[in-house]
């Protein structure tokens, strides 16, 4: 059995595992995100060490972003314009398949758990679907025809524009480039910054979750009616709230009002929006697929 | 020369062609649409005289919808649930293949123009775009990796949730769903609406422009969040009044404040949105491409 190594590079902590599949999951560390010197040394200590035992085929890295995912580009697999201290223009890629000498797949985090997810969860069969996470930020990835989301760069949902009644709630979103974008009014620190107090800490009654389902919901008829997914899966820290699924699933429906006659969302819709089918190793899982796939590309180019 | 015929079947009027490519373009008929029985007969009845001198090798639809392009699926061909009278739940594709016994192509409007932007205008070599129609309503469609966009159902992009400051402009929107979602707000009846004038009526200086580019801008935002697209090409009645564009541009720029450090967008933004290369033959064109394709499925299915 090839065994893969994945790293989930989030801007908070990164996640390493070596594993073949969801039900061979060999080994895992955390350990928080610094520089890139000394993060991505970390990761090669961990990998090395399984390496001398058993070799690793490929490493997969679903990583947050801005990123360049084209295999094209000069620039692939580098973390670009990122506003994290350190971290832009960082050749992740390059860094890693010198130090440890094994393909290396690089998509974005979403991408990758959408990967994942495809391969042995909540998406497996279906080719057009959305992987969101809503946590420290709010993004999304998924597939299109059976292929991962990229185009001129790579999918940034987070910071679509959704109505903002002021009313309502005057808090003015906490997006740095947009301020009240759909990621500004409806991540984790917007929970928090809009309640001062955090989400964990806030009761399931709170009032919190109903205004947070509804701007989840605005976001995601957004993206039904922009590329009909058969169905949307939702993760991250945010969503293991589960009181929000029953609200935002009324939510979207109430929002459609019957503009798409379909079963999946008239009559099924707990069925249709959805926890990663993986639960919280979606992220990491996907970064062995994107090595599983990383090693499949590299072998059919030698 | 093969020879395909192509209707653009829209809610108002039918534009039906007899065309290899854009440069052989051999005739063309435009009729309003009434019943779908007198308005398909119609079509079929010229194509029918075309085809008695030169058998037409397909025929492909780009039809307003909602419809089902997916051909597996028993409704196949048909459009849905459309308001407009008589047409839901019309077989539209099994009308016209009774009637002329050539393989028929169908799509979305905007997914047929786009395909036919791909083949000969705008966006030839992208394999990732979006095709935009401004006019009665406000539709889009397009392609990922290379394939149309489809799935649940198809892209509905004109039903987007966007921002709506009610004090810079109380009209309510005209969308008979949802109010003022994209459409509501931005396409040519809503223009007419919020100002009692047909946008055709309405000078190039008139403060109506620089909101229309506004709300145009909120929606294009969104896409390129999404979708990522290498080229955004908008059409339709509306984008013939072309002072919209340069706001355009300037609008979406402002609104991603440097979101996208792409020179796509930070330099060359005049060819990243732009008008349909071939013009308002895109639409008919679209269908004659549709038809290419399915004459091109019927023989490896053969």
């Known amino acids: ?88 223009h960082t050749d992740v890629v390059g860094r890693l398949h010198t130090a440890l000498n094994v393909p290396v797949g690089f998509d974005t985090d979403v991408n990758g758990a959408a990967l994942g997810e495809h391969r042995w969860g909540a998406a497996h069969g279906l080719d057009t679907f959305v992987y969101l996470t809503i946590g420290t930020g709010l993004g999304g990835g998924g597939m299109v025809n059976g292929r991962l989301l990229h185009g001129l760069m790579h999918s940034e949902m987070g910071h679509m524009r959704v109505p903002h009644d002021l009313t309502r709630d005057p808090y003015p979103g906490q997006c740095t480039y947009h301020g009240d974008c759909w990621e500004g009014l409806a991540c984790g620190p917007a929970i928090e910054g809009r309640w001062q107090t955090k989400g ?33 899966i939702m993760g991250g820290g945010v969503m293991d709230q589960q009181q929000i699924f029953p609200m935002l699933h009324k939510e979207v429906q109430s929002l459609l009002n019957g503009y798409v006659q379909k079963p999946e969302i008239l009559e099924h819709i707990d069925q249709y929006i959805v926890p990663p089918g993986l639960g919280n190793r979606a992220g990491v899982l996907g970064a062995v697929a994107l090595a599983m796939d990383a090693a499949v590309n590299a072998g059919s180019q030698a």
Chains 1, 2 share one sequence.
């Open 200 to 232: 964990q800490h806030l009761g399931v009654d709170h009032p919190a979750w109903a205004l947070e389902a509804h701007y989840l919901a605005l976001g995601v008829v957004n993206i039904i009616m922009m590329l009909s997914p058969q169905r949307i």
């Open 1 to 88: 059995m090839a065994l893969y190594g994945g790293i989930e590079a989030g801007g908070t902590k990164f996640v390493c595992a070596v594993a073949s599949a969801p039900d061979d999951f060999r080994d895992e560390i955390r350990f928080p995100t610094t520089t890139p010197d000394e993060t991505l040394a970390q990761a090669v200590d961990f990998f090395r060490a399984h390496h001398a035992r058993t070799p690793l085929t490929a490493i997969g890295v679903s990583c947050f972003g801005p990123i360049d995912p084209d295999p094209a580009s000069p620039t692939f697999g580098y973390v670009t314009t990122t506003p994290k201290p350190h971290w832009a």
